[in-house]
């Protein structure tokens, strides 16, 4: 069973962030509209087919408003759901809901849409490489984007410039070459992390599989140009695929023989989930 606060890790400063920007001047329409004895049920469904990824998240927003507010997850993290499924069902004083529900659904939206185009991605490669996403996630929600990423079915690559090493086009030119920087990076990182390096043609990555790098990051080349990468390497380092590679190429890319492919796209410009919160009316109704 996937215990979701042991793989986002703690997100009250996400929370309080978040809140800040809605209520910093309180909630001045749901005070003037409803009185504060007043209690509400609403429900959460999704608008269009989607991978969830969230609920927790959501959940404590609305518990941030009020301790006493009572959230029921109807799925877990990582469902698929057709559209028209209610998700979650919330319940408490009308005011809190209302107070709670856009910043709920704004995080709730992105990694719900995080998740559904990982699923996408994850589905066209197959079992035949790694999906992972990259550095270019929404800052100050990085821990949201990575586990809606892994509720997809993708997998990370580093959480930060100090969790790997990875030589880059900036890094080779300010080292004066690929050589220098991977023998570099031998000497002085530590000796527990693998050394990656970013290539754009053959001929780098010639020099950097000598220069003993362990992983190759090939960017920005087309299918023959990876076909060619693939043989070349035959198998002296793991290979891996970034820039360029669309939902529309990536079952091509995942039989060349690569290990992994990271996407930008997954965190760094996804469309939200199409995900509401509906108020029941006085009669009990709320579709």
Same mark, same amino acid.
């Not at 709730?108 to 996630?137: F, H, N, P, W």
């Not at 990876?226 to 939902?247: N, P, Q, Y």
């Given at each position: ?92 004083? =009308?005011?809190?809901?209302? !107070?709670?529900?856009? /910043? &709920? ?6 990694? *719900? %849409?995080?998740?559904? +185009? ?105 299918? =023959?140009?990876?076909?060619? !990468?693939?043989?070349? /390497? &035959? ?6 695929? *970034? %820039?360029?590679?669309? +939902? ?40």
């Amino acid at each position: 069973m996937r215990d979701p606060w042991s793989e986002i890790g703690p997100v009250a400063e996400i929370i309080d962030t978040a809140l800040a920007e809605d209520l910093a001047s309180g909630d001045v329409t749901g005070r003037a509209t409803v009185s504060p004895e007043v209690r509400a049920r609403a429900h959460m469904v999704a608008k269009a087919n989607l991978v969830v990824a969230g609920l927790p998240v959501a959940e404590a927003v609305f518990r941030r408003v009020e301790p006493g507010v009572g959230f029921a997850a109807y799925v877990r993290d990582g469902a698929r759901v057709a559209v028209g499924t209610e998700i979650a069902c919330i319940e408490g004083p =009308a005011q809190a809901l209302l !107070a709670g529900e856009r /910043t &709920a659904l704004n995080l709730l939206q992105r990694m *719900s %849409g995080v998740a559904t +185009l990982t699923r996408a991605y994850v589905d066209a490669a197959g079992e035949r490489c790694r999906i992972t996403d990259t550095r270019k996630t929404m800052p100050g929600l990085r821990a949201l984007d990575r586990y809606a990423v892994r509720c997809g079915g993708g997998h990370n690559h580093r959480n930060d410039l100090g969790a790997a090493v990875l030589i880059k086009e900036n890094h080779v030119r300010a080292a004066g070459g690929i050589t220098p920087a991977i023998e570099r990076a031998r000497r002085l990182a530590p000796h527990t992390m693998k050394i990656e390096c970013e290539v754009t043609s053959h001929d780098e990555l010639r020099e950097a599989l000598a220069a003993g790098a362990d992983i190759i990051m090939l960017d920005n080349m087309d299918d =023959a140009a990876v076909r060619e !990468a693939v043989a070349i /390497t &035959a198998g002296k380092a793991i290979l891996e695929v *970034s %820039g360029g590679v669309g +939902l529309e190429r990536i079952a091509a890319v995942a039989q060349l023989g690569i290990d992994v492919i990271s996407v930008g796209r997954l965190t760094h410009s996804v469309p939200a989930a199409d995900i509401s919160l509906l108020f029941e009316r006085a009669d009990g109704t709320w579709a």
